[in-house]
């Protein structure tokens, strides 16, 4: 991955495709943050791990924005600031969904009570 050389269309590829994704990916992250603040919600495990799944997706999405720039995209193309943009918004999330479901399944599977509410 480190060793490939781009030419220039690859690069204006990579960059257009940047901005296309990162315009409808703010606005769901703004819809999220807006259906969670108009709903009565009780803080419960799963809803911490959709917290910390927003907060992920957002610092990933923050770093998706960088990517679109030009310049800053040929020059961190092939870096580990790429690699960080990937796992932010792609396996933490995933994590956190798995976390999110496991509680809530096994719960309603062997009826085990989990902490319900933390105040």
């Not at 603040?37 to 770093?63: A, E, K, W």
């Not at 496991?102 to 989990?114: G, R, Y």
Request: proline share 1%.
């Amino acid at each position: 991955m480190f060793l490939i050389g781009l030419d220039i269309d690859s690069r204006a590829y990579f960059t257009s495709a940047t901005s296309i994704i990162s315009i409808p990916t703010g606005i769901k992250i703004f819809n999220w943050i807006l259906s969670l603040y108009s709903g009565y919600l009780t803080l419960r495990i799963s809803l911490l791990f959709s917290y910390g799944f927003l907060i992920s997706f957002t610092l990933g999405g923050f770093t998706g924005v960088i990517l679109a720039n030009v310049v800053v995209d040929s020059l961190l193309h092939d870096s580990f600031f790429v690699v960080a943009h990937f796992h932010y918004v792609l396996s933490l999330g995933a994590v956190y969904s798995v976390f999110s479901s496991f509680i809530m399944v096994i719960s309603h599977i062997f009826n085990i009570q989990f902490i319900n509410s933390l105040f």
